[in-house]
């Protein structure tokens, strides 16, 4: 069965201080891999998406990284402000053909405060 | 502003009762995805919608049903509603079938009284 593991499921951090989220999958075959930020009660917002090729990704202070071997993903947020406050959604997708619909596996997410 | 629309904002209902939530994907996006997101837990996906043909169904209850129109827009009915439905509803739309970037709207609350 595909899932998806995030830790730590909450984080609390300082103004200006980086952290690191991880994921774990066992989605198989693999095809790409994304992590979204979703405000409370606001939809998720796309921050970064990585092929099996790539192993890392920045946006802005966002950096994610993939090893696909160990099926691991981690995003580090650097400097971070308090507007960085968000749920962390890792999310999978298989490789099955693109004909045959959504095949995303989402993780439970990381909650990170970020406190002045 | 992720370009997809969701109406309403805000619905607040009593048991047993039946709503219709509407999204309009965003200008091209052939895509439509219902989620479902109870307080504090993870985003469920719940039903895709692909040209206007059922693509995959996730954990959508009997009691849910979608469809997806020619223009595109979907709309998602919730019948005798209990108060355990009582979530953010979510739609996302995308450019294909699977696997795309998939844009999120700014949701539906619904609470079940």
């Known amino acids: 069965k595909n899932q998806v593991e995030q830790s730590p499921q909450s984080l609390i951090i300082l103004e200006g201080k980086n952290c690191t989220l991880q994921?774990?999958?066992?989605?198989?075959?693999?095809?790409?891999l994304r992590w979204y930020k979703q405000d409370t009660g606001r939809g998720p917002v796309s921050l970064t998406i990585m092929t099996f090729s790539e192993n890392t990704k920045s946006n802005g202070r966002y950096t994610a990284t993939l090893d696909a071997d160990t099926k691991q993903s981690s995003l580090h947020i650097t400097a971070s402000q308090l507007s960085d406050s968000a749920s962390y959604i890792c999310v999978v997708s298989d490789g099955r053909i693109k004909a045959a619909g959504n095949k995303l596996t989402f993780g439970g997410g990381t909650r990170v405060l970020v406190k002045p | 502003d992720s370009g997809v629309t969701q109406t309403p904002k805000h619905l607040i209902t009593a048991t047993g009762q039946r709503v219709t939530l509407r999204c309009s994907p965003r200008s091209g996006d052939l895509s439509v995805y219902w989620y479902q997101q109870s307080l504090d837990q993870g985003l469920q996906f719940l039903i895709q919608?692909?040209?206007?043909?059922?693509?995959a169904k996730g954990n959508i209850l009997e009691r849910f049903s979608a469809q997806q129109f020619p223009d595109l827009h979907s709309e998602l009915n919730l019948s005798s509603l209990e108060l355990g439905d009582s979530a953010l509803y979510f739609c996302?739309?995308?450019?294909?079938?699977?696997?795309?970037?998939?844009?999120f709207g700014p949701g539906t609350r619904l609470l079940v009284l």
């Open positions: 994921c774990n999958y066992t989605v198989s075959p693999f095809s790409n």
């Open positions: 996302a739309s995308s450019e294909g079938g699977a696997g795309e970037t998939q844009y």
């Open positions: 919608y692909y040209n206007g043909e059922e693509r």
